[in-house]
């Protein structure tokens, strides 16, 4: 039987290129982050289609979203905590946005993204915490930067 190696997911970390100079930093300590991609799909369907449908592949959209505490890995506020990601949000800025192994900088997907739903919760003995929706625009790529 094959020695099954996982890949641990807290090796997987999502990053914003903000600030002035711009510069990469962790959007804070997040308990979760992934990636989403889709295809729209073109109804192709006529009557010489018979019983099944068909179709052809539209556009792609794709996002990132991260769940976690609005501080840094030392406890104190991040430079891409709450307070920064709520003003990109209000802003409607489009910034790089990427999900890299820290482990192995070729484990990575990026692409210039923008906010588009963002929250903040705060329960009882709980850590204050933030969710937070980065819709990518144009095409995301799976090399690191040139």
Same mark, same amino acid.
């Given at each position: 039987?094959?020695?099954? =190696? *996982?890949?641990?997911?807290?090796?997987?970390?999502? *990053?914003?290129?903000?600030g002035?100079?711009?510069?990469w930093?962790?959007?804070?300590?997040?308990?979760? =982050?992934?990636?989403?991609?889709?295809?729209?799909?073109?109804?192709? !369907?006529?009557?010489?289609?018979?019983?099944?449908?068909?179709?052809? $592949?539209?556009?792609?959209?794709?996002?990132?979203?991260?769940?976690? =505490?609005?501080?840094?890995?030392?406890?104190? $506020?991040?430079?891409?905590?709450?307070?920064?990601?709520?003003?990109?949000?209000?802003? #409607?800025? !489009?910034?790089?946005?990427?999900?890299?192994?820290?482990?192995? $900088?070729?484990?990575?997907?990026? #692409?210039?993204?923008?906010? !588009?739903?963002?929250?903040?919760?705060? #329960?009882?003995?709980?850590?204050?915490? *933030?969710?937070?929706? *980065?819709?990518?625009?144009?095409?995301?790529?799976? !090399? $690191?930067?040139?």
């Amino acid at each position: 039987m094959a020695d099954l =190696n *996982f890949k641990n997911g807290t090796d997987n970390v999502l *990053f914003v290129k903000i600030g002035a100079p711009a510069a990469w930093v962790a959007v804070a300590c997040l308990k979760t =982050n992934s990636w989403d991609g889709s295809t729209d799909q073109i109804d192709t !369907t006529s009557k010489c289609s018979g019983k099944f449908k068909t179709s052809l $592949p539209g556009d792609i959209s794709w996002s990132f979203k991260g769940d976690g =505490n609005a501080v840094d890995d030392s406890g104190a $506020p991040s430079k891409a905590s709450f307070k920064a990601l709520s003003a990109l949000h209000k802003a #409607g800025t !489009t910034f790089p946005c990427k999900m890299v192994g820290v482990d192995d $900088p070729d484990d990575i997907i990026r #692409g210039d993204v923008f906010i !588009t739903a963002l929250s903040l919760s705060a #329960g009882r003995n709980e850590a204050v915490a *933030f969710s937070a929706t *980065f819709q990518g625009t144009g095409e995301y790529f799976t !090399t $690191p930067e040139a």
